[in-house]
């Protein structure tokens, strides 16, 4: 998508959005003029004498989650001291240096204000949801025993697919007062644990046969949320999530920071 800035009496009209300062000429005079840019429009003024800083960069956004597991005993005591609320990060963050908690995963993306972003590090796990059963089309060459049974055949089918991994899909967007809003999904998936049905089917004969059938189990931790944050900060987002063994619950940190087009803060 094509972006076009253009001068409307005094208005610098933008393709995207954010905030930063701009030249305008007129004549051989070069004034800065300085806005804060909503829906595409930047609403300048303008000031004599000023020196021109150059092309006005972009701005870019870093999200980051941190999945991180506490053990049960220690989140149980962070819980008690804050009754009712969400443990503060500094607490967590202590805990992970004195080898009391494990970050999980940390996946982070970087995308200009506005514009959705997505990272993810997965397996595509493909498994079938049902099975169809049908009589062998194999010529028997026993006739004994093609009267006492018939081969059956069962075939996988109806599949579907699940990623296994880590994901992060986000929207930031910048605002007033280096306040930046955060849209984000962000889900730890586990390789899944394989169960084995028992399916039953009837064959020629008229006696049942049992047909094993594996589907997989998934283990989910996930965040879905809105935030405000202050550029550079650190807020806990969620967490007391128990995990797959109930040996630990997990806490999610998300900072936002802004970046220039260098890629630094």
């Known amino acids: 998508m094509r972006e076009r800035n253009q001068m409307r009496n005094g208005t610098l009209v933008l393709g995207g959005q954010g905030s930063g300062r701009y030249v305008s000429r007129k004549g051989r005079t070069m004034k800065t003029v300085v806005g804060v840019f909503m829906a595409g429009i930047v609403y300048c003024t303008s000031v004599a004498g000023a020196e021109a800083p150059g092309l006005p960069k972009p701005v870019h ?17 962070l819980l008690r001291a804050e009754p009712g609320g969400i443990p503060g990060k ?31 590090a997965v397996d595509e796990c493909i498994y079938p949801t049902s099975l169809d059963v049908e009589p062998s089309q194999v010529p028997q060459t026993n006739t004994a025993a093609v009267g006492a049974s018939r081969l059956i055949v069962a075939s996988p089918s109806n ?21 930046i809003n955060v849209k984000l999904m962000s889900q730890l998936v586990a390789t899944p644990i394989w169960k084995t049905y028992k399916t039953k089917c009837v064959v020629a004969d008229g006696r049942e046969k049992d047909i094993d059938f594996e589907q997989p189990f998934f283990s989910v ?22 995990d797959r063994n109930g040996e630990a619950n997990t806490f999610l940190l998300v900072t936002a920071r802004l970046l220039d087009a260098s890629g630094h803060p």
Not at 61 to 77: G, L, R
Not at 106 to 112: K, M, N
């Open 159 to 179: 599949f579907e697919m699940r990623e296994v991994g880590v994901i992060l899909q986000c929207v930031p967007e910048v605002r007033e007062a280096g306040n």
């Open 61 to 77: 956004i870093q999200v980051q989650v941190q999945f991180v597991a506490v053990t049960k005993a220690d989140a149980d005591a």
């Open 221 to 242: 931790q996930s965040l879905n949320t809105s935030l405000v944050i202050k550029d550079g900060e650190t807020i806990v987002a969620g967490g007391g999530m128990p």
């Open 90 to 120: 500094d607490k967590i963050v202590d805990l992970v240096k004195q080898g009391k908690a494990k970050v999980l995963c940390a996946p982070s993306v970087t995308t200009l204000s506005g514009l959705e972003a997505i990272v993810k």
